[in-house]
């Protein structure tokens, strides 16, 4: 799959499928896509996540023991549908406390009103994803059900016990004063804290309730513990923001360490005037991934190095490592 045609389909974000076909679907948990039935497809050595949609101007058909997505009545792409493990290919990415207490305007996490899965119930899917042969590396993430200190408590807990299964493990939090020492003592080997958006007014309008100079200070202490290339942030493009203040966004976290992904903005159907959202062209994420290689490599950081969430997983956005093809 060509990167222009990876990144079309990012900004499309989803495909008309006949759900018969793909069995289990993912329905994640967390993050701005929750709630969404959603596939992974692959082509070559590049992977893309769509949401089910029969009304999306991608069409997926199945030939003999592949599929062939259509775009405007034209063969863009030949692959095959990839199964997942938990939540994503190769992993288990756990969703802890499936509710939050912030009201980030683009999520639809705190409106679906989910659940806490108990320890007990993390370890069982562990242990079941670790008996198919599978398991690569281990991810969890968690929204904040009550306090960030009892969510970094409740993943550390996990995290020790996660540690018997010998593959990496990420975790990606909202940061508190110890998280970085708690988590680096429990063995966690990547840490994801998301900063959403880079622009300073566009933060204060949608992350109400989060501090985004806590979460770079955070990052940066991160960066120290866990070094360089293994610490990751979240930076969502079309809340608003412009060209110009993402690379200035991108040259501040590339230079503590932290290597932004870049995610295109989705809204989801809770949100609906809530917030602005101008999901990003292929074009526009094209220009925006190239910027980011550009800069990851003046900083010496190598996206393609990380083992645990959406990095290697590369789902959703353009891993600037892999998904360019120059
Ligand atoms: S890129 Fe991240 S959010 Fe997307 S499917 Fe992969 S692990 Fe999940």
Not at 299 to 325: K, Y
């Amino acid at each position: 799959m060509k990167s222009e045609v990876k990144a079309k389909m990012i900004a499309i974000g989803s495909a008309d499928i006949d759900e018969d076909a793909l069995g289990d679907l993912t329905v994640p948990t967390a993050g701005p896509g929750a709630g969404k039935k959603a596939f992974f497809f692959k082509s070559g050595n590049r992977r893309v996540r769509l949401s089910v949609n029969k009304d999306s101007p991608l069409k997926v058909f199945t030939k003999n023991d592949h599929v062939v997505i259509y775009y405007d009545n034209e063969e863009l792409v030949t692959g095959k549908i990839e199964p997942e493990l938990v939540h994503c290919p190769g992993q288990a990415y756990i969703t802890v406390s499936e509710k939050c207490i912030f009201d980030c305007k683009f999520c639809p996490v705190p409106k679906l009103g989910g659940r806490i899965k108990s320890f007990k119930e993390v370890i069982k899917l562990l242990e079941k994803a670790y008996d198919t042969g599978k398991m690569d590396s281990i991810s969890i993430t968690s929204g904040v059900s009550e306090t960030p200190d009892k969510e970094v408590e409740r993943v550390n807990e996990i995290v020790l016990e996660a540690k018997k299964y010998g593959v990496p493990i990420g975790v990606s939090v909202y940061p508190t004063n110890k998280s970085n020492k708690i988590l680096k003592a429990a063995g966690v080997d990547e840490i994801k804290y998301n900063v959403e958006t880079m622009d300073r007014a566009v933060f204060d309008e949608v992350c109400p309730d989060q501090n985004l100079e806590y979460i770079l200070d955070k990052l940066e202490e991160a960066v120290k513990l866990f070094g360089k290339n293994h610490v990751f942030s979240n930076f969502i493009i079309g809340l608003g923001e412009n060209d110009d203040s993402v690379i200035q966004g991108i040259e501040e976290l590339a230079s503590i360490g932290v290597i932004p992904i870049l995610r295109a903005a989705n809204l989801s159907p809770l949100r609906e005037g809530e917030v602005y959202i101008n999901r990003p062209t292929a074009e526009r994420i094209m220009y925006l991934t190239r910027k980011l290689k550009e800069i990851l490599d003046i900083h010496g950081l190598n996206a393609a190095v990380s083992r645990t969430m959406c990095l290697p997983c590369t789902g959703c956005d353009m891993n600037p490592h892999i998904d360019l093809d120059e």
